[in-house]
Structures are given as C-alpha cells and as structure tokens.
C-alpha cells in the first residue's frame, strides 16, 4: 500500500510539472503576437553613452521655461526618409546636434509614428538612421524613474526598462520588458524582434506574481526562446518556486505547435485515496476544441473498490449573441464493506444547462434556461461530484426552467412560456410543468381618448386588462418518471381573467376602489364519481372523462382606505414619535357557484346512504368556481411607528435620528353575512421591525382562530372563544430575524458582488459558478479589508391547529476575524432545538500569498468529516492550477 502511495506521489509531482508547462505553451499560443516584457529584477542601467547630454560645440539647444512643451513635427516630405508625420513632444528640453542629425529629448518626452507610441523620461532620436532608443533617468537618490512605455502596432501597451527600435527595418531591441496577459505575467531581460514579427527572448520568466521582483510565485524560467507566428521554441526551462530554482526539475529543449486557435489535447487526472470508495484516478479526459464558438470536455473517474464515474461539459458562446453550457454527469457508486449486502451499485445521474441570450441580440425576444435535473441521491452518493459542497449535500430540492418570451403590439401585449420542472429529493417526487404559458394584455381605459383635454371624468377612469394562462403538469415518483402511466396522468387547462377596476377619491380623506373580477376556465377533462360493487361491497370510484368543459365565476368588490397619523408627546430623548395607521374596509359578493343551474356540480350517495355535492373540475390545474354564497366585509389595518430620537453621534439634522420602531405590523380578516356557520374568518396578522441599532432584522406573522375548539372531538365549535373567556386562539406563529455585529462586512461583501456581477458576461462558466456559490455562500467571500465580522440567524415556528402543537427552531451562526492582514480565519455553525443536535459545522484558515491563496478547511464531525487543504493561483487563466491535499470520512463506517 505504501508503495502505491509512493508512485502516485511520484506521478502526481510529473504531471504537475508537465500540467503547468502546458498551461504557459497555451499562454503563448494565445498571445503570438505579443513581444512582451520586463523583468525589472534585473535592475540593469542603461549604457551612459545613452542617457547623457553630448556637448559638442554645434549643438542646438531647446529649453522650455514655465512647464511649457516643446512639440516638433516632421512631414512626409523631409530628408528624413520617414513615410509618415512624426510628433515629437518633451516636457523639459529638446537638443538637436546638427552634425549628427540626433535629437535628444528629456522629461515626459513622447514620440508618435503611425501605430508606434513612446513615452520615456529619455528619448533619442538618429535622423540618419531612423533609430530610436528609450530609457529612464536617474535622479539625485539614485532612483530609476520614468521608465518607457511603448506601443507596437496592433498591441497593448508594455512598461520596459529601455529600447531601441528602426523605424525603416522594423527591428527592435527591449531590455527588462514586462507584460499581463490574462491573468499571467511574462518578464524577460531582453527580446529581440524583426520585421517579420519574429522575437527571440533570453532569461525569460513566466508567473503569476505582478511585482517586479516576484516574492511568492510559481513560475518557469527560459533561460532562451524563439517566437514565431505558429512555434514556439525553448532552451533549457526549469521551475521556480517562492525565487528557488528547481533545475532538476527541468527540460533541456522543447518544440510546441502555436496555433491560432484552440486545440484539442489530453486532460490529466487527479489522485487520491477515499476512505469509501478506496484510491482513485479522477478526472482524466480528453478536451475537444470544435471551433472558436464552443468546445467540450469527457472526463471521467475509476476508483479501485469499483466505482466510476463519466461527464461530459459542453461550453459553446457566440458573441454579443448568446452564451451558455451543458454537464451531464454519471456515477455508479459502490460503499460499504465488499461482501456485505451494503455493498451494492447505486446508479445515479445529473444534468445541469445554463442559456442566456443577449437583450441586443434579439430586442423584444427572450429565451433562457437554468436546468438542474438528476436522481435524488446523486450529491449524497458522489459527495456533491468529489467537491463537498455543502449547499449541494444538504439540498432538498432540485428545480429547472426553459424560458421564452416576447413582446409586440408595441409593448402592450407579453407573451411567455416555460418548460419547468421542480423535485422534491426528500420524498422522490417531481413535477413537471410541460409546458405553462401566458399572454398578459396591459391595462388599458376602454373609455378614455387619445386627444382629451383637461381632466378625465370618472367614467374615463375606468381600467380594463385580460391574461390567459395555460398549464400542462403531472407528478411522480422518481422511478416511474418514463412509464405509460406517468404520461395518461398529464393534467392540463387554461384560464381567462379579466380584471375591470376604477379608483376614484372620495370625500377629500379617502381613496375609493371598486372592481369586478370575471375569470373563466377551459378544461379538457372532467370528473365523475360513482359506486361499483366488488367482492368486499361497493367501492368509490373516480373516473376521468375526456372532453372540453368551461366553468366561470365573477366577483364585486368596493372599498374604501384612508391614513390616520398620530403623534406622541415627547418622552426623555425621544423628541417624537409618530404613528400611521392605514384603515381599509371593502364589501364584496360572489353567487354560489354550485347551484344546480351552472351545472359546475353534481351530487353522490356514498355506500353509507350519505349524500354529498362535488365539484367536476375537481383537482383541475386552475380548480373551480367555489360553492356556496359569500356576502361579506373585508377589512385590514396597517400600522407603521417611528421616532426621532437625539443622537450624540449623528450630527446631521440637528443631531436627531430617526429609528423606525414597528413597520408594516398588519390584521386582516373578512365576516361572511350569507355563511351558515363560523362568518369570521382567521385574523391574519404580519410585521417587522429593527432592534440594536438596526443590527437586527425581526420579522413576525401569525394566526388567530377566533371560534373556540372542542378538546374532546377535535373540532371546532361555531363558537366565539371570547365567550369562553379567551380573546382568540394563536393557531400558528412563527418568527425569524439575522443579526450582523458589522454592518461594514455586509456592505462590503455585497459591494464586491455587485462589481462581479458587472463583469458577469465577460467571466468563464466556471468563474459564473464560483459567482453563484459566493453569492448564497456567506462564508466563500474573504474580504481581507474587514477585520472581523459576526453575524447570524434565528428562525422559530409554532402551530397548533388543534389539540396538539408543533415548534421547529434552528439558529445558525457565522463570521470571521484576521490574525493578521494576510491571515483570516472563518467559521459557519449552528444548532437545531428541536433535533437537538449541531447542524453542519466548518472552519476554514485563509492564506493571503498575493499572487497565490492558501486555504485550509476542517469539518471536525459528522457525516462529512474531512479536512482539505489548496494552494492556488489567484489569476483566472490558472484556476485550474491548483494543489489540494484532502482526507474525508464521507460515507465511512
């Protein structure tokens, strides 16, 4: 076993090697056309012979008094010999020696010929040859300042420590050149390049340290190199780790291909020992270039107790179009103990595809899809795809959706459809929506003109609107999704509704709203129930008839609402406290839709002789119309109370503040004049408020039933509770409220993902990921700038509907704190009362290494017990460069 271990090691170290040199040939092929960059570690002065003034006798001087500029142009037509105008600009002076036709420039001096650019503290130009040359200047501490920055035609921007170029043959010469190409830094100590866009390089560095003398890097160094437009050859290259050469881990020549596109190739694996599933091989693949527009990646995993697993992640993007990918997943796990019925094969899958279209591409149109569909036990069996993911192993559930829409009629009418499917993973069940759709008419005043003048009447206020919606669904249990009967359950419908509304002020204080709601259904199906004798006696049957059946109903609603302020005498340092309370009242009325007369329902003699009523659109997508009459009076009451309160510390508006103490705390409710029995409706109640400074956020709601309930039979009595001495009864209640001892963290945290949201459309799939898993992961942001942080949540729920109650609380608590600004340490735990038990707890050590992350993650108990640690390299083109060190207990025994 040993020796197994042994070799792995041994290969993993090769690969590693080999992984990374491969990393910087893709870098280069990426990048042919680049001359690329400084190596300021070498710290070389430039030859005095070209930063000093020359003082011959018939030298013409320029100086330039008050910050003023110099500029000299010269024409195409000069005996220079120069195709184009040359802008010659120096910031200090200008010294022109007649007999050798060489100009000196001095200070922020810059020199433009067609696409060329310079910028330098030092600039000499040979008018006789059409040479330039570049350099810094010391100044009186010995410091190196004002170094060029050059433009090649058709390239960016590079800061080097001098050069020299020929305007005529193209060839130039850089010392100490420095560049970034996404993500990854080049530095050399000279290149050479000629006018077929050919460079040779000699002591060349490529690293994932920005600094000019890289402190913490892992990075190859070339001792000597040719570029060309489609190779790319090396001499001898080695690795340097943290500025340690590791010459014996090095090649002594190398030849690679430099496409200008990408390429397929082989993708090395990872290894690894799991305590379940035993020594594994994972992620070797193949990667598939198809074209610039999407590519492909087939990966797969073998372990040596007999587990595998196959993926397949599919990437495509069309610019300024649309972009998106697909991963399917497969996994035929094997845990337990070899010979033990535990010991057998679990077959799961999971597929994930993401879209996402342009709004310019298409205007008016709109598709997208976030699709996230498997077996159940796939994260659980597979430990989340080997990542140990913790919102994915503690899931419930699982959802996906297909979007389209579009709008016309010039914005006033929105259609949209979906394809849509949610799971419930505890239960094994789905359900499919197949599709749904609605088109959605904008409300419109049917009575009102295009060229009225001055105000509208009342009859001109009148609004109308319509949407239709259509829906095709069915549930099932996972293992019979694909079977016949699955498919013959498919319920489907559609629904009209057409709201006519008018909102007029009445009597100065009040707001006055009546409507009439009218909505019709279309199914293609109805119900029938009957008796059928059996061998045990008669049996209740339910049969489905197909055929097209409408049901309709209509409702009137008027009301009025209006604002009530009060305000309270001041009380210590409370200078006032105001309250608003926003009263409403309305009446409505519906017919009683189960009168024989519509025919919506049908009467049943059940085996007992007893005689029932039931709806035929019984469990239809949209329901149907309700039974029995209803006359009533809705009403509701909206509070909302705020102080203002002296503060010594906030100093703006005479150093008063204004604390919000209750908002939105509401009761609603509705009395049925024409109900036979309990007119009262529950008393809803809701709210929220903020305590400790507005650190806590506490939000309420509840019911109260307000008949009293029979203990002996279990049931209500239409009964008013406050006649058996009780105002009412709290049915349910539940409370939930986060708390942040930081607020800074908070702001901060969200700042930094508004500005990675920004550059969402320029990021990979998988850095779009890791922005999804920041984004619901409170603990997957570091922020090194906040020097602590505590936060957490609490949530409480209590029912009781009857004779016997139930309390669910759950507090869950995280945060972090720096030892030092480059050391940050963060935890994420918490605690379920009613299991009694400490959910899933984590602690995680952050390494700032500049260029570089180090972290460490522990879970000391539990089913996922593990500890990891990864080193990796913070620029995006070298995520996947990373080395992890990991030992779990998952599925361990």
């Not at 009859?459 to 095709?472: D, P, V």
């Not at 017919?591 to 003699?605: I, K, Q, T, V």
């Not at 702001?747 to 920041?774: C, F, H, K, V, Y």
Request: hydrophobic share 30%; proline share 4%; net charge positive.
């Amino acid at each position: 076993m040993s020796n197994l271990k042994s070799i792995a090691v041994f290969f993993s170290c090769i690969l590693l090697f080999l992984t990374v040199f491969s990393v910087v040939s893709v870098y280069a092929q990426k990048n042919s056309r680049r001359n690329s960059i400084r190596v300021d570690s070498l710290r070389q002065r430039p030859p005095l012979s070209d930063t000093t003034r020359n003082a011959l006798t018939d030298t013409l001087v320029v100086d330039s008094l008050g910050g003023k500029q110099d500029t000299t142009q010269r024409g195409e037509e000069t005996p220079d010999g120069l195709k184009a105008m040359v802008s010659i600009v120096a910031a200090d002076s200008q010294i022109t020696e007649m007999k050798t036709n060489i100009v000196h420039l001095y200070k922020e001096a810059r020199i433009k010929y067609e696409g060329f650019e310079l910028a330098a503290d030092y600039i000499r130009v040979n008018q006789t040859t059409n040479e330039v040359f570049a350099s810094g200047l010391y100044d009186h501490n010995d410091k190196y300042r004002g170094r060029p920055v050059v433009i090649f035609p058709n390239e960016t921007p590079k800061a080097v420590d001098s050069l020299r170029y020929n305007f005529d043959t193209g060839n130039g010469i850089t010392h100490g050149i420095f560049t970034e190409v996404e993500g990854g830094y080049i530095q050399a100590s000279r290149v050479r390049k000629n006018r077929y866009n050919e460079m040779s390089l000699y002591r060349g560095m490529y690293s994932t340290c920005n600094l000019p003398e890289p402190h913490t890097h892992f990075g190859i160094q070339i001792s000597k190199g040719i570029v060309t437009e489609n190779q790319i050859i090396a001499g001898p290259s080695y690795l340097v780790i943290e500025s340690v050469p590791l010459k014996f881990v090095a090649i002594p020549f190398g030849f690679f291909p430099k496409p200008d596109k990408r390429s397929s190739g082989f993708l090395f694996p990872t290894f690894g020992e799991e305590f379940s599933r035993g020594f594994f091989m994972r992620d070797i693949g193949w990667y598939l270039a198809f074209n610039d527009y999407w590519d492909s990646e087939i990966r797969g995993t073998l372990y040596s107790k007999g587990s595998y697993e196959a993926s397949i992640l599919t990437r495509y993007k069309v610019n300024y179009k649309f972009d998106g990918g697909f991963n399917m997943r497969y996994a035929n796990t094997r845990n337990g103990v070899e010979g033990t019925p535990e010991y057998r094969a679990n077959q799961d899958f999971n597929v994930t595809w993401n879209h996402s279209q342009r709004q310019e591409a298409n205007p008016g149109t709109t598709f997208s899809a976030n699709v996230n569909f498997g077996t159940s036990s796939y994260f659980q069996n597979t430990a989340a795809g080997a990542s140990y993911d913790y919102d994915q192993l503690t899931r419930n559930n699982m959802s996906s959706s297909i979007s389209y829409g579009k709008v016309f009629a010039d914005g006033k009418v929105n259609f949209t459809s979906s394809l849509s499917h949610r799971q419930d993973m505890a239960k094994g069940e789905v359900f499919l929506e197949l599709p749904t759709f609605s088109l959605n008419v904008s409300s419109f005043n049917p009575f009102d003109s295009k060229d009225r003048v001055g105000e509208q009447k009342w009859y001109q206020r009148i609004t109308m609107g319509y949407s239709l919606q259509g829906r095709n669904s069915v549930t099932s249990q996972e293992s019979g999704l694909f079977s016949r009967e699955t498919l013959d359950k498919f319920q489907n419908g559609f629904q009209h509704n057409i709201p006519i509304n008018l909102s007029l002020n009445a009597f100065k204080f009040f707001q006055f709203n009546t409507s009439v709601n009218y909505t019709e259904r279309w199914y293609l199906q109805s119900i029938r129930k009957r008796l059928e004798n059996s061998p045990s006696g008669f049996e209740e049957v339910r049969d489905t008839l197909p055929g097209f059946n409408r049901a309709y109903d209509y409702s009137i609603s008027s009301g009025l609402s209006t604002k009530i302020y009060g305000m309270y005498p001041k009380i210590g340092k409370m200078q006032a406290m105001r309250h608003v309370i926003t009263p409403s009242i309305n009446l409505n009325y519906r017919p009683d839709f189960s009168d024989e007369l519509y025919g919506f329902y049908r009467r049943f003699r059940d085996a007992q002789g007893n005689e029932t009523q039931y709806s035929i659109f019984e469990g239809g997508m949209f329901g149907g119309p309700g039974r029995g009459r209803s006359m009533g009076i809705g009403f509701s009451i909206d509070n909302n109370l705020e102080a203002k309160i002296l503060s010594k510390k906030d100093t703006t508006d005479g150093g008063i503040k204004k604390v919000p103490i209750l908002q939105g705390l509401t009761f609603s409710g509705n009395y049925n004049f024409v109900a036979d029995s309990f007119n009262l409706s529950n008393i809803n109640f809701s709210g929220r408020t903020a305590i400790f400074n507005q650190k806590i956020n506490l939000n309420f709601n509840g019911t109260f039933d307000p008949y009293s309930f029979d203990q002996a039979t279990g049931r209500r009595v239409n009964r008013f509770a406050i006649k058996d001495g009780k105002l009412a009864r709290l049915t349910n209640f539940g409370l939930s409220f986060d708390y942040s001892f930081n607020p800074e963290a908070n702001e901060s945290r969200q700042n930094g993902l508004d500005s990675l949201n920004n550059q969402r459309a320029n990021m990979t799939p998988e850095q779009q990921q890791a922005l999804s898993r920041i984004s619901s992961d409170p603990n997957a942001f570091v922020d090194f700038n906040i020097p602590w942080n505590l936060a957490g949540s609490f949530s409480f729920q209590y029912s009781n509907p009857g004779n016997r109650s139930n309390v669910t609380a759950t507090l869950n608590v995280h945060g972090d704190f720096s030892l030092t600004p480059k050391w940050k340490v963060q935890f994420n735990s918490g605690y379920d009362f009613r299991q009694k038990e400490i959910s899933l707890t984590r602690f995680s050590i952050y390494r700032d290494l500049h260029c570089w992350d180090m972290s460490f993650g522990w879970v000391p108990f539990g089913r996922y017990q593990s500890y990891n640690v990864t080193i990796r390299a913070k620029s995006s083109i070298l995520q996947d460069l990373k080395l992890t060190k990991r030992n779990d207990s998952f599925g361990g025994f």
